[in-house]
């Protein structure tokens, strides 16, 4: 398992926390979310999943994503 932690940028409140988390979920990815320090922390199997699909899955959900 791969753990990775990124800078979320125009995460306001804990609904906008949830709401990435469940989609990274339904991607195969487990994830943490604090909207406070912007920061996303994951998990998953690099065998099956891509860096640029977690990035792609936030993007979509409406959020910037960068390296932490």
């Known amino acids: 398992m791969t753990?990775?932690?990124?800078?979320?940028?125009?995460?306001?409140?804990?609904?906008?926390?949830?709401?990435?988390?469940?989609?990274l979920?339904?991607?195969?990815?487990?994830?943490k979310c604090n909207f406070v320090k912007s920061v996303l922390e994951v998990e998953y199997d690099e065998t099956k999943l891509s860096e640029d699909k977690i990035r792609d899955t936030v993007i979509k959900a409406?959020?910037?994503?960068s390296s932490s």
């Open 3 to 23: 753990k990775r932690t990124y800078k979320v940028n125009d995460m306001h409140c804990g609904s906008c926390a949830m709401l990435i988390e469940v989609e």
């Open 62 to 65: 409406g959020y910037t994503i």
């Open 25 to 31: 979920e339904d991607a195969g990815v487990k994830a």
